[in-house]
T-cell receptor, first 115, second 111 residues
Framework: NAGVTQTPKFQVLKTGQSMTLQCAQD?????MYWYRQDPGMGLRLIYY???????DKGEVPNGYNVSRLNKREFSLRLESAAPSQTSVYFC??????????????FGPGTRLTVL | DAKTTQPNSMESNEEEPVHLPCNHS???????IHWYRQLPSQGPEYVIH???SNVNNRMASLAIAEDRKSSTLILHRATLRDAAVYYC????????????FGAGTQVVVTP
């Protein structure tokens, strides 16, 4: 099991460019999440998908779009990158859609710099 | 979700126990307490979770106060590999698994 994988590991963009961050999990999990982490801060939720076919906004969704392509894959798109989106992006997955006890598994992160 | 408060940092010597406190005075009766840790340049990883009674696993122990307004994560013998940021978070039944991360506690382990 690879767990949660993310591509790319690093990316540098210019302001206004677009890109898609890819995330895949091989654990047959229902829920998937995208977080961002700014330097010295905790993670903040951007979007989540409680099950295949559904997506919902998290705490900081502005400037992002997501696609739950299938049960395995959940992508995050920046349509017009801004320097404020410079951050480390983490994808996570969870077996259940609801419930308070399930463990969340995180990917290794994508370090994005917007110049 | 319960709001949590943790100290910014804690230091420990190697091989000694570390007690990490977390205050969650707004917790509801059905909120679970989860602990995750984040090693340098990695994504967070699960440590432990509990509801009312104390919990143990191979990584740590979780002691939850009787009134559930606070809890303590116990690393029994700190190693250099335990140097990380530790996050305490509440999770409700209808949260859809969404965590609200705070700044966490930076644990420094000295050889």
């Amino acid at each position: 099991n690879a767990g949660v994988t993310q591509t790319p590991k690093f990316q540098v963009l210019k302001t206004g460019q677009s890109m898609t961050l890819q995330c895949a999990q091989d654990m047959n999990h229902n829920s998937m999440y995208w977080y961002r982490q700014d330097p010295g801060m905790g993670l903040r939720l951007i979007y989540y998908s409680a099950s295949e076919g559904t997506t919902d906004k998290g705490e900081v969704p502005n400037g992002y779009n997501v696609s739950r392509l299938n049960k395995r894959e959940f992508s995050l798109r920046l349509e017009s990158a801004a320097p404020s989106q410079t951050s480390v992006y983490f994808c996570a997955s969870r077996r259940l859609s609801g419930g308070p006890t399930d463990t969340q598994y995180f990917g290794p992160g994508t370090r994005l710099t917007v110049l | 979700d319960a709001k949590t408060t943790q100290p910014n940092s804690m230091e420990s010597n190697e091989e000694e126990p570390v007690h990490l406190p977390c205050n969650h005075s707004t917790i509801s009766g059905t909120d679970y307490i989860h602990w995750y840790r984040q090693l340098p340049s990695q994504g967070p990883e699960y440590v432990i979770h509990g509801l009312t009674s104390n919990v143990n696993n191979r990584m740590a122990s979780l002691a939850i106060a009787e009134d559930r307004k606070s809890s303590t994560l116990i690393l029994h013998r700190a190693t250099l590999r335990d140097a990380a940021v530790y996050y305490c978070m509440g999770m409700t039944t209808d949260s859809w698994g969404k965590f609200q991360f705070g700044a966490g506690t930076q644990v420094v382990v000295t050889p």
